[in-house]
């Protein structure tokens, strides 16, 4: 068992007195490390002012970092212990990640770097264009035939606005393992 007085010299350590700037220190706080050390001034500035604990959720929510911060409140914690030890996770959960991410950008990638081969000015081998074929193996080339003609793409009649093909289609696909 403690002695009396060592257990009053820690309360006055933990909860001293009331200080007259207590409340702007406790609005200044911001979370720039981690949530166990934020926590910590949030608990010694919190502990000098007389506000509700909705109150003090609500600024301990705020000034956390924006990455933990959305997450914590998308669990709607009800008291600042319970933001706490979400923050915590959350932290650690981040944490884990960059450590992952950092550790997959040292690997080798999974395709290999295509060498890229410098040709000449005077090299006269260019690439031959192949004609865009639809779905139906009709060429853009046609297209734009029957587009001049005024033809419907898909069957031999005249286009007008609202033109309703008579040859219907329907496409299914089956998949079968």
Not at 119 to 148: C, Q
Not at 160 to 166: E, I, T
Not at 169 to 174: K, M, Q, S, T, Y
Request: hydrophobic share 35%; charged share 25%; glycine share 4%.
């Amino acid at each position: 068992m403690i002695p009396w007085e060592t257990y009053v010299a820690a309360l006055e350590e933990r909860f001293g007195e009331k200080h007259k700037y207590s409340m702007s220190k406790l609005l200044s706080l911001k979370q720039l490390g981690k949530v166990s050390d934020y926590y910590d001034q949030f608990d010694y500035w919190v502990g000098r002012v007389q506000i509700s604990g909705e109150i003090a959720l609500g600024i301990f929510l705020n000034d956390l970092k924006p990455a933990i911060q959305h997450h914590v409140r998308s669990f709607m914690p009800a008291s600042v212990n319970q933001a706490y030890t979400l923050a915590v996770l959350q932290e650690t959960s981040l944490r884990t990640l960059q450590q992952e991410f950092s550790s997959n950008s040292r690997r080798s990638p999974l395709l290999p770097t295509p060498r890229i081969q410098h040709m000449n000015s005077s090299s006269t081998l260019k690439p031959t264009p192949k004609p865009f074929v639809d779905s139906k193996g009709k060429a853009v080339i046609e297209f734009d035939d029957r587009r001049s003609k005024g033809l419907c793409f898909w069957c031999d009649e005249n286009y007008v606005k609202g033109h309703k093909c008579k040859k219907k289609e329907l496409f299914v696909i089956e998949v079968t393992k």
